[in-house]
Nanobody
């Protein structure tokens, strides 16, 4: 069974920074894309950023110039560096990974979510 464990959320003032981490554990064959989504109260879940195994990245329009994403394939971990945070970045952030449990069995795995609150 695959688990995604997130860490790094919390309360930060506007203009501040936070770094989220998400580590995959369990038995699996490989991990393809990894990424972060967020969901604010009353809103739909939206893509924040994603990264392929080879390092190609994709960002949501609202975070493009402020957030960066990276991964360590040896540690099965993805990171989200969030800079210049705004109150509208407040949300629960979810880690996502496309995982092959075997060479033929693919699953879409989610973390439990970590709260990020941007407020003075």
């Amino acid at each position: 069974q695959v688990q995604l464990v997130e860490s790094g959320g919390g309360l930060v003032q506007p203009g501040g920074s936070l770094r989220l981490s998400c580590a995959a554990s369990g038995n699996f064959w490989s991990i393809n894309d990894m990424g972060w989504y967020r969901q604010a109260p009353g809103k739909e879940r939206e893509l924040v950023a994603s990264i392929t195994r080879g390092g190609s990245t994709n960002f949501g329009d609202s975070v493009k110039d402020r957030f960066s994403i990276s991964r360590d394939n040896a540690k099965n971990t993805v990171y989200l560096q969030m800079n210049s945070l705004k109150p509208e970045d407040t949300a629960v952030y979810y880690c996502n990974a496309v995982i092959f449990e075997t060479s033929r069995r693919r699953i879409d795995s989610w973390g439990q979510g970590t709260q990020v609150t941007v407020s003075s």
